[in-house]
């Protein structure tokens, strides 16, 4: 029971914790690749920590705006359609898997809230139910421009998840099964046999069909700014606005670990399978101990070894001391806990707890790659006009994705 | 009464209130939605009778596109709830329809309650993707295609009769 709550409650909380976190790399992202700064002004005491305290404040913000319902406005659906939004992104997340399946004292534990043996419908439909929360939010404003926005963005979605659904067809060819932990675990260790080597087109429709499903650019022409004054949320203030704003980075999220874990084999770190990990895992501790240790003690020299400038004469000089000092006092604990401590004598337990944190932050890592990658080429690209993306949509993705079945299964079954 | 009678008391409940607010509601957004929430609880039955493929496919087309499409027209067509034109029934035929579904919901409860239910013994692959796609595609094929044929004769008719007319 606690196992369950525990599988439930944690995912849900790095997630949002990931989100703060999103919203600055977006914006200093924005910034970085506009060639200006990017938010750099709040600080906590003087410090500024390079921006990241900017989503604080916005959340801050976000809470202590007037809280506005429009005349005439239905206010239950208008009060619905963010509720809806916010629940379809943070459920989704019950069946990915973030590591392999540990096995403790007999009983198996699985990295994932819900082990579905429909797992990848389970995110499909419950994405399709997402449409009602940006449908809903459009006519309950009472708006025709938020009306517009609204219907023009389910349109969107729901063509689509058509491309959506077809290519992850072909992965499920090779992985013979719906269950998300099988389809990464018939992705080996080996590059190789990762899925978007081994089914290139498909990879690309999905990562393109989820840019359009999380109504980012450049498929964003129903929320965009300059033509449809934000389309359907609009007429949202405060706190319903940041559930709006949370759902998107959610889905976002959702999408970069969809395409972690079909296309890029999710938790299976590159050439090392599970087996190796959890032979090796008291070696892996201690090496990697003494390499992390080493390595924070040399990033926070790096970061503290520039004389500061006296510029502003008060605690902006010092600001890289806040992170600098940290990181070599880390390093060197962690060094001197390593090399005293020595190698340690892990159990089968203990070396499967090492190889899971390993796997964990290895997917991690690659479900934030992919959020930079949504970033990266939201300003980049220019925005589809809505009858290029219509166009796109049926008459380009779905007969390459209907193709891509067909032959992906004409192969697998005479080869 | 174990947990999963607990369940199915519940879910059978929020499916029959929302079935009954469904052709109550005033306003047409909120039968369609009422419609969701019914067809939810069902998926959830299919669950608990152990057919879990159905249940997530149930979600998947019947609430996440059909109804998406039903509350599309819905709001596009932007009835207001005066404009549903009521067609009255006189007293004397309320009663008797009133009379006539009581007495149907009489003999069914009857049946139900005095048939000799057998449950038969399910395999192991029971409402699995697998179990399902076998049959439709070897006992059920006909059916299947032709399912597929009304579609697209329906897509067609659709497409036709919203074309613009070119002259």
Request: proline share 4%; net charge positive.
């Amino acid at each position: 029971m606690i196992v369950i709550a525990l599988k439930i409650l944690i995912p849900f909380a790095v997630i949002l914790q990931i989100l703060p976190f999103l919203i600055w790399l977006e914006r200093k992202g924005a910034a970085y690749i506009q060639d200006r700064r990017g938010p750099n002004r709040a600080s906590i005491g003087g410090v500024r920590l390079w921006g990241i305290i900017h989503s604080l404040a916005d959340v801050v913000k976000l809470i202590n705006k007037e809280d506005i319902i429009p005349t005439h406005a239905n206010r239950l659906i208008y009060t619905l359609a963010p509720a809806i939004a916010m629940a379809v992104a943070c459920v989704t997340f019950a069946v990915i898997p973030w590591g392999a399946p540990l096995d403790i004292n007999g009983s198996v534990f699985t990295l994932q809230a819900a082990d579905l043996n429909v797992g990848i419908l389970y995110i499909f439909s419950i994405s399709s139910l997402g449409v009602y929360g940006i449908m809903l939010a459009g006519w309950g404003s009472n708006n025709k421009y938020s009306l517009l926005g609204g219907l023009r963005a389910s349109a969107q979605l729901i063509s689509y998840e058509l491309t959506l659904g077809l290519s992850v067809v072909g992965v499920l060819i090779f992985a013979g099964s719906l269950e998300l932990g099988s389809i990464v675990q018939n992705q080996g260790p080996m590059v190789w046999h990762w899925n978007a080597l081994r089914q290139p087109v498909a990879c690309l429709l999905f990562i393109v069909a989820a840019f359009a499903e999380t109504n980012r650019l450049p498929f964003d022409l129903p929320e965009a700014e300059a033509e449809l004054v934000a389309g359907y949320h609009v007429e949202y203030s405060s706190l319903k606005f940041a559930l709006f704003f949370m759902a998107e980075y959610a889905n976002m999220i959702i999408a970069s670990a969809l395409m972690a874990t079909l296309f890029f084999g999710g938790w299976q770190i590159p050439f090392v399978s599970t087996e190796l990990l959890r032979r090796h895992a008291s070696q892996v501790l201690y090496y990697g101990g003494l390499g992390f240790g080493f390595f924070s003690l040399v990033a926070g020299w790096l970061l503290i070894r520039h004389k500061p400038k006296i510029i502003y004469r008060d605690a902006r000089d010092r600001e890289r001391l806040v992170l600098g000092m940290p990181a070599i006092l880390a390093g060197m604990v962690i060094l001197l806990l390593t090399a005293t401590q020595g190698p340690w004598q892990l159990g089968p337990n203990g070396a499967q707890i090492v190889t899971a944190v390993l796997q964990v932050l290895n997917f991690l890592g690659k479900v934030l790659f992919f959020c930079w990658v949504f970033i990266w080429v939201r300003w980049t690209l220019p925005r589809f006009r809505y009858d290029q993306l219509m166009n796109l949509g049926w008459k380009v993705f779905l007969p390459v994705a209907i193709l891509n079945v067909i032959v992906t299964a004409a192969i697998y079954l005479f080869w | 009464m174990t947990a999963i009678e607990v369940i199915f008391y519940i879910l059978a409940a929020v499916a029959v209130i929302s079935a009954a607010g469904v052709v109550s509601a005033r306003n047409p957004i909120y039968s369609a939605l009422f419609l969701v929430v019914t067809l939810f609880a069902l998926a959830v039955l299919f669950v608990l009778l152990k057919a879990e493929f159905l249940a997530i496919i149930q979600i998947l087309t019947y609430a996440g596109a059909i109804l998406v499409l039903f509350v599309f027209i819905i709001m596009l067509l932007n009835l207001k709830p005066d404009e549903l034109i009521e067609r009255g029934y006189g007293n004397a035929m309320k009663f008797l329809i009133g009379i006539a579904s009581f007495s149907l919901f009489l003999i069914l409860g009857y049946v139900f309650h005095f048939a000799k239910w057998q449950a038969p013994a399910i395999n192991p692959g029971f409402g699995d993707a697998a179990s399902v796609g076998k049959e439709i595609f070897t006992r059920y094929v006909v059916p299947f295609e032709l399912a597929g044929v009304l579609l697209t004769v329906a897509l067609v008719g659709a497409v036709v009769l919203a074309k613009r007319k070119l002259d």
